[in-house]
């Protein structure tokens, strides 16, 4: 598998447990950290706006309407 290499900013004390880790240890955090970096640019979660649309249409299209909603809201 190719790879390629990145720098990261970690504080200080990271920067000496990963200096002083054994190989083996180096290798747990390297997967780790792959790992991680591609669940958080691969599977981005949706947009707020997009959930709020989506939410919004089904419920419209269950019949719910603004003067319904304006009720809803105002028997709190």
Known sequence: MDSSTITLEVDPASAAAYATASD???RRI?????LRLRELTVSRARPLV??????GA??????????????LLRDE
């Open 24 to 26: 083996e240890e180096r």
């Open 58 to 71: 089904t419920a419209a299209a269950q019949g719910l309407t603004n003067q319904i909603l304006e009720d």
């Open 50 to 55: 997009e959930i709020m649309d989506e939410v």
């Open 30 to 34: 390297q997967l780790l950290l792959k």
